[in-house]
């Protein structure tokens, strides 16, 4: 009895390190595949593609909109049915998402009738994607602002395991990272692009000394650079 006992606590050991060095392997070629992510898309994607590896029927990485919505950046295993009515996720709705972001914590659901049980008035959304295990984290910045959550499910109850909730609390911390990383680096191209413009129309305004000949050259450059149809209404002294 003692001899089992000892090799049944190797075996457990050496599955426990096996399962680390697998979440080690998929933390790693995550920050990899993010680190290559320039917008918030292909961060969201780059996400949904390592939650998908890990076993997930059904993932949605979701980003902050607003009015107190967020908005799907990426998904994979959606119905077509089901993925139109839910680009666009109102918080006040419901549901794992808005309590985990609520929460900041991760919440996870192991059956599906626990799931219809806890959110009765989304049970046939649920019926829909064919999820039995279901779970939402968080998604924050550095500064720790909540700015959307990964939504994961499985058509198999207890999908979501010891190992799993550390993965995903892992790739959700990376992918906050990364999406703040990408709105920031947005932020900073918006801006730049605007003062390239205003160069622009200051430079192009220059040509001119007339104000006939200025209205064309920014008609022309706002048609260019910012609008599909521009006009300057000039006033004259009658």
């Keep these: 009895a003692e001899e089992l006992g000892r090799a049944l606590d190797r075996a457990a050991l050496l599955e426990s390190e096996h399962e680390a060095r697998l979440q080690a392997e998929a933390m790693e070629r995550n920050a990899e595949r993010l680190a290559a992510a320039a917008t918030a898309g292909e961060v969201a994607a780059a996400t949904v593609d390592e939650i998908v590896s890990l076993g997930a029927d059904v993932v949605i990485v979701w980003g902050l909109g607003g009015a107190a919505r967020v908005e799907a950046l990426a998904a994979s295993g959606l119905p077509e ?13 419901g549901g794992l998402v808005p309590d985990a972001m609520t929460g900041r914590r991760l919440v996870a659901v192991e059956s599906g009738e626990d799931y219809d049980a806890r959110y009765p008035a989304l049970a046939e959304e649920r019926r829909r994607i064919g999820a039995e295990s279901l779970a939402a984290v968080p998604l924050r910045t550095g500064r720790g602002d909540v700015i959307g959550a990964i939504f994961a499910a499985a058509g198999r109850r207890r999908w979501v395991t010891a190992g799993r909730r550390a993965l995903l609390l892992g790739i959700a911390e990376q992918t906050g ?11 900073s191209e918006r801006v730049s692009a605007a003062d390239a413009f205003l160069v622009l129309v200051g430079e192009s305004l220059e040509r001119s000394t007339t104000s006939s000949g200025r209205a064309r050259r920014l008609v022309d450059a706002l048609a260019h650079e910012r609008a599909t149809f521009a006009a300057v209404h000039l006033v004259t002294e009658s």
């Design 81 to 93: 049915e089901v993925a139109g009515r839910i680009r666009n996720y109102p918080l006040d709705r």
């Design 177 to 187: 990272l990364a999406l703040d990383r990408a709105s920031l680096q947005a932020d």
